[in-house]
């Protein structure tokens, strides 16, 4: 008698953990509509850089780079060097790097240092 209880209850837990996956995975999911870049984890950020670094390659329109870049709410400058980073720690070829530091480069020329001004 004690045995079949514990299965009983074994199984209604197991059908209860089954409704409330298919539940969530088919009936509700969750639906993300215009998340904003920022919020993206770093490494995406890092995708995201890359991707954008790519298409200064081929384009040369750094106010085009300055724009896309400004959707992570944060400094261009840094967020390469942060790219940079993330992309070392995770195995980017030595073509992406080359590509990040060269965009890097680029804004870093544009930008004024502070240092300059008395």
């Known amino acids: 008698m ?7 209850f074994i199984l209604a837990i197991a059908a209860g953990i089954a409704g409330g996956i298919a539940y969530g995975w088919m009936a509700n999911p969750v639906k993300y509509v215009d998340t904003p870049l920022y919020t993206l984890r770093k490494d995406y950020k890092a995708d995201y850089v890359l991707m954008v670094a790519e298409a200064y390659q ?7 780079v300055v724009h896309d870049l ?5 400094d261009p400058v840094r967020l390469v060097q942060q790219a940079v980073v993330v ?3 995770l195995g980017y070829s030595n073509q992406d790097i080359k590509v990040l530091g060269e965009l890097l480069q680029e804004l870093q020329s544009l930008t004024p240092n502070s240092g300059d001004t008395p």
């Open 70 to 74: 400004g959707l992570l709410q944060d």
């Open 58 to 64: 081929t384009e040369r329109d750094i106010e085009a």
């Open 2 to 8: 004690r045995a079949k209880r514990v299965i009983l």
């Open 87 to 89: 992309g070392q720690d």
